[in-house]
């Protein structure tokens, strides 16, 4: 299948540490497993083409994971009015997005981020898939979804340990016995405001600002939500004078961004991160 899209930059928004199950192919194409498929992506002349194991609603599905109906350039125009180094770069974000993706898997993927690399994220999550998931076959590979509540809610510190998560192992076990304990509590979020889902999710032990902030934006698409990291920390003290504090960035962003700032941030990063 194929699916106009006019403005997209494919490999930096899959490449942007948003998620953690994506492979470059030899042709240039890049495949990503999704919560309940595995998908094969190229972006060509205005043209994303799909293959998956699963074509059915195939295009609501990219769509949607994709943001590809949110106008981003309205919000471009918004954020580059605001500070002018920012106008003078949002050009270099052009066509990048902030994928939406399954809550359940955002919530135990990120507590595995924290003071961890991309490749060792990776990892984790490609063993914890491998031995809870649902394996899916597609273009002669085998591929594991990542696993629902039901098949980790049992899951042992010691498992956890094998799959190389480190000192995280007793933070994913406290959150599913979040879960066990509050049955819906990852749905409650989306009733509550921004401010008081962080306040929730910082409640269980092990997550604190930054990995609450990612799961709301990456799993609920929250745009008024600033994971800070090194790279943003940098960017924003460089280029606007403020001090290298994360509380005082994160009020920064929030005053200057607003219901943008999300955004924002993912755009410093992007930008910082590929300077040349």
């Known amino acids: 299948m194929k699916i106009e899209v006019k403005n997209l930059n494919l490999y930096d928004t899959l490449f942007s540490g948003q998620c953690f199950r994506m492979?470059?192919?030899?042709?240039?194409?890049?495949?990503?497993?999704?919560?309940?498929?595995?998908?094969?992506?190229?972006?060509?002349?205005?043209?994303?083409?799909?293959?998956?194991?699963?074509?059915?609603?195939i295009e609501s599905v990219i769509r949607e994971y994709l943001d590809l109906d949110t106008d981003y350039k309205k919000i471009e125009e918004i954020i580059s009015s605001k500070e002018e180094v920012i106008k003078a770069?949002?050009?270099?974000?052009?066509?990048?997005?902030?994928?939406?993706?399954?809550?359940?898997?955002?919530?135990?993927?990120?507590?595995?981020?924290q003071n961890n690399n991309v490749k060792r994220i990776m990892g984790s999550v490609d063993k914890i898939s491998r031995a809870y998931g649902e394996e899916v076959s597609f273009q002669d590979n085998k591929y594991y979804l990542f696993p629902k509540y039901e098949k980790l809610k049992n899951i042992t510190t010691e498992e956890l340990r094998n799959f190389g998560v480190g000192f995280r192992d007793v933070y994913i076990r406290s959150a599913l016995d979040k879960l066990e304990s509050?049955?819906?509590?990852?749905?409650?979020?989306?009733?509550?405001?921004?401010?008081?889902?962080?306040?929730?999710?910082?409640?269980?032990?092990?997550?604190?600002?930054?990995?609450?902030?990612?799961?709301?934006?990456?799993?609920?698409?929250?745009?008024?939500?600033?994971?800070?990291?090194?790279?943003?920390?940098?960017?924003?003290?460089?280029?606007?004078?403020?001090?290298?504090?994360?509380?005082?960035?994160?009020?920064?962003?929030?005053?200057i961004f607003g219901e943008y700032s999300g955004v924002a941030i993912q755009y410093f990063y992007h930008i910082e991160r590929n300077k040349t």
């Open 89 to 113: 770069n949002i050009y270099k974000c052009d066509g990048y997005k902030i994928l939406r993706q399954d809550k359940f898997e955002m919530f135990i993927t990120y507590i595995i981020s």
């Open 182 to 255: 509050e049955v819906g509590f990852l749905d409650k979020l989306d009733k509550m405001d921004t401010s008081s889902a962080l306040k929730e999710l910082m409640s269980i032990k092990g997550i604190g600002m930054k990995v609450a902030s990612c799961i709301l934006l990456f799993g609920y698409h929250r745009f008024d939500t600033f994971p800070v990291d090194t790279w943003v920390r940098h960017f924003v003290s460089e280029n606007f004078k403020v001090k290298d504090d994360i509380k005082v960035i994160s009020k920064y962003m929030k005053d």
């Open 23 to 57: 492979k470059e192919e030899s042709d240039k194409s890049i495949t990503v497993v999704l919560s309940d498929r595995v998908v094969n992506l190229k972006y060509d002349n205005e043209y994303l083409y799909v293959k998956s194991n699963k074509m059915e609603n």
